[in-house]
């Protein structure tokens, strides 16, 4: 079985430049979880997706974030304009219905100048 | 908003030595899990620890959840080089909060040969 994968790996932007993350969960997941981690602080908890649906999005830091799910597959998190405090490692991770047990991908590390 | 509190940020030790990282909270959690994190790499989990006071063991590690399911342990036992790692404790929301996964800072683990 495949794991959670994630595109691209690294990513370097100009600040006001738009960024597109994309995660691919494990496959018959329908939880979609979306983390990030900024330099010198803990993995926070951005959004969840239950199949296509926004369950959670408390986390989301601004409108400058958008992530979308079509068809409850693959993810993608859109950060537009991007600012330097956005700057972090991504993380997407994936479970099955009523598992607690998240798996997480490598992480998308975005460096924003 | 719930906080986990994880200690100490960095430990540096010599092989054979043992240590305890340990990860409080003022809230109370559905259950608790440790996770290791290698350089670029997510999070793979190790333990969950679920019912107030349960201990369990991973060879020559041993994970405790407190009575009050507010904080947990690790405790390993004649450290190995291969133990170098950064350990992640995460408490995990109850149901109806989607299972979202709230991390501590972490800590960084060098065993030296």
């Known amino acids: 079985e495949a794991g959670v994968t994630q595109f691209p790996s690294h990513s370097v932007i100009e600040k006001g430049q738009t960024v597109t993350l994309r995660c691919d969960p494990i496959?018959?997941?329908?939880?979609l979880y979306w983390y990030r981690r900024v330099m010198g602080k803990e993995i926070k908890f951005l959004l969840h997706?239950?199949?296509?649906?926004?369950?959670?999005e408390s986390g989301m830091p601004n409108n400058r974030f958008l992530a979308e799910r079509t068809g409850g597959t693959y993810s993608t998190l859109k950060v537009q304009p991007a600012e330097l405090e956005d700057s972090g490692v991504y993380f997407c991770a994936s479970s099955r219905m009523g598992v607690e047990t998240q798996y997480f991908g490598p992480g998308t590390r975005l460096l924003v100048l | 908003t719930q906080l986990l509190e994880q200690s100490p940020q960095f430990l540096s030790i010599q092989e054979g030595e043992n240590l305890t990282v340990y990860c409080n909270s003022s809230s109370v959690f559905s259950s608790l899990q440790w996770y290791r994190q290698e350089p670029g790499e997510g999070p793979v989990l190790l333990v969950t620890v679920v019912t107030g006071g349960e201990v369990k063991k991973l060879k020559r590690l041993t994970f405790q959840f407190g009575d009050a399911r507010k904080d947990s342990s690790l405790h390993i036992t004649a450290a190995q080089p291969g133990d170098t790692g950064l350990y992640l404790c995460a408490g995990v929301g109850f149901v109806e909060y989607g299972n979202k996964l709230v991390f501590g800072a972490g800590t960084i683990l060098r065993v030296k040969s």
């Open positions: 997706f239950v199949k296509e649906s926004k369950q959670d």
């Open positions: 496959s018959g997941h329908d939880n």
